[in-house]
T-cell receptor, first 113, second 112 residues
Framework: KAGVTQTPRYLIKTRGQQVTLSCSPI?????VSWYQQTPGQGLQFLFEYFSETQRNKGNFPGRFSGRQFSNSRSEMNVSTLELGDSALYLC????????????FGEGSRLTVL | KQEVTQIPAALSVPEGENLVLNCSFT??????LQWFRQDPGKGLTSLLLIQSSQREQTSGRLNASLDKSSGRSTLYIAASQPGDSATYLC???????????FGAGTTVTVRA
């Protein structure tokens, strides 16, 4: 059974650019959530999608956005990149919105120069 | 706002010793608590999920307890091995919303 798949695994961008990260959840999982991990702030919740609808949102600026498709795959976008956006972005999936174990992907490592 | 604390931030033990990792949270109205392991530069691997109605969960050498009233969970790892070296994080899902709150983690080194 395939796990949570994130692409790309590594990417380098410059300030002001935008980036799109992709996440394919475990088959049968309909909830996808995104997290940012940095050495200083630890793991912080970005947003969660279920059935193509954003159900929860963390305390991040509007430059961070996401969406979920009908096949449960999800993308997150960060516009007007800042140096502080350099982080490991983790995607996680679970079966339902309020049930079940959370499974994480390997993450996308973003470096902003 | 839910605050999750993990103390100590790091510990080093000789191989074979039992590990005790602590997680405390400020709001006891939780849906569940999950323990994860993270290796450097990698994603999180789920270890144990404890529902709010449970007192403990076990998987192999791992045992996690939950005391909701005191806002504490403990992860026990028996007979540690060098392969157990990693950062261990706990995450709490509150009842009022589904936003997971993570602790900062405990980095464990098991010396051969």
């Amino acid at each position: 059974k395939a796990g949570v798949t994130q692409t790309p695994r590594y990417l380098i961008k410059t300030r002001g650019q935008q980036v799109t990260l992709s996440c394919s959840p475990i088959s049968g999982h309909r909830s996808v959530s995104w997290y940012q991990q940095t050495p200083g702030q630890g793991l912080q919740f970005l947003f969660e999608y279920f059935s193509e609808t954003q159900r929860n949102k963390g305390n991040f600026p509007g430059r961070f956005s996401g969406r979920q498709f009908s096949n449960s795959r999800s993308e997150m976008n960060v516009s007007t990149l800042e140096l502080g956006d350099s982080a490991l972005y983790l995607c996680a999936s679970r079966r339902g919105l309020d049930t079940g174990e959370l499974f994480f992907g390997e993450g996308s490592r973003l470096t902003v120069l | 706002k839910q605050e999750v604390t993990q103390i100590p931030a790091a510990l080093s033990v000789p191989e074979g010793e039992n590990l005790v990792l602590n997680c405390s949270f400020t709001d006891s109205a939780i849906y569940n608590l999950q323990w994860f392991r993270q290796d450097p530069g990698k994603g999180l691997t789920s270890l144990l999920l404890i529902q709010s109605s449970q007192r403990e969960q076990t998987s192999g050498r791992l045992n996690a307890s939950l005391d909701k009233s005191s806002g504490r969970s403990t992860l026990y790892i028996a007979a540690s091995q060098p392969g157990d070296s990693a950062t261990y994080l706990c995450a709490v899902r509150p009842v009022k919303n589904y936003k997971l709150s993570f602790g900062a983690g405990t980095t464990v080194t098991v010396r051969a």
